[in-house]
Structure formats: C-alpha cells, structure tokens
C-alpha cells in the first residue's frame, strides 16, 4: 500500500476518535474496557503512545532494506509474551496517569498524532524505520500497523461508552486488505458479514459461530495475532 494511502487511513481514523471522544464526562473517561485493566482514558493513552513511537523511529539511523511486512508484524512471538503485555499495560496507565483530565489528554492524543501525520508526509514514499521490536519495514507498512491499533481500539472505546462504532471506510479497508489479501470484499460477502461484523470477529470483539468457523476455515484465512 502506498504511503499516501496509508497516511490518509491514518489521518481520518486518527481524527475520527478525537471527534468522538470530544466531550465526555469524567465519568464516562473512567469506565472500564473489554482491554483490562484499561479504563476508557487508559486505553486512549495506550494508542497515543503507540503512535508516540513513530518520531523516535523517524530520527533513529535508517535500515538498508525492509525485512519484514505489516502482516508479518502480527506473527506470535515475544511481543505478545506476558511480560511485554505487562510493559505495554503500565505505559499506558502511566500515560493517562499525567494528565489532569481526559480533556487535557485528549488534546494531547491530537496533538500527537497530528505531529506524527505531518513527519510523516515528509519523508519518502521508500523509507524504512526500525520498530521497538527490532523489525525493519517500510514506513508506509508499519503506518498500517497504526490504522489496525486506532481502529480496533477505537471499537473497544465506542463499546464501552455505548456509542455506535466511528471505523472509517479507509480503516475498514486497511484492517480488511491486512487479514484477507486484495480479494477482501468477495471473501466477507462469502461469510456473509458485513465489515463492522467482520472487524469484530477477526479480531476477537465477536465470538466465531460455528457455521463461521467453518466458512473461515474453508476460506483457508488465517488471523493476525492481535493479542
């Protein structure tokens, strides 16, 4: 995917739960999310540091060559091992921990990731970065790392608010494109979902009926480790 196009699914899902987080009450920014022990504060500061690590990896030196794609990204290994989990857990918490209220968090959440869009665009359309993982891939991949973190926790917000989902058709796409290739649209039809059903259950918002364990299953998809 282009690097354009990866900035553009990032910039309008990015602006999509600024808008929709605008206003809430104190309250509402501390009730709890299916992402334990994250409250709904904890869990926008847990996606504003995941963009946070992009102007680090910007002006870290620069690989030779990308090694490793955004799927690739997702395969199962220490970055999902208990202790990182318990890392990623407490930055977060620490994060939302700093701010006064969830409006001054959320003006930094903007501000961020605003910041980010803009380095961003400067830099070449080849450029490759160095994730904390030690994965060296093309800018415009791990940019699609970021949609898949501000979409589906943007869900995992709007649930826990009780609000109806805010994804993005640009999100939708990326998340979609990422788990089922180029032929996205045609497999959904074929599990009979529609793209909100499809986020939920391919990221384990929404438990797989057997009948859709079967299609998937025949489909030959394989999911990204998420979690």
Known sequence: MPLSRALEAFRLEAASLSRAVTGLSERQ?????RCEPWT???????VRVVIAWLPGMLTAAEPATAEVSAVDY???????????NTARIGLAQDHAAGWGSGAALLDDFTATWQAVERQCRAERTDRVVRTRHGDAMLLSQFLLTRVVEIAVHGLDIADALGHV???????GDVVMELQLGREGESAIRELGWDRLTFLRKATGRQPLEPADAERVERLGIRWLTLA
């Not at 989902?165 to 999100?171: G, N, V």
């Open 29 to 33: 920014w501390h009730l709890p999310t």
């Open 40 to 46: 709904v504060r904890e869990l926008l500061g847990h």
């Open 74 to 84: 997702y395969r199962p290994d220490d970055r999902f091992a208990v202790q990182t």
């Open 165 to 171: 989902p805010w994804l993005t058709r640009q999100a």
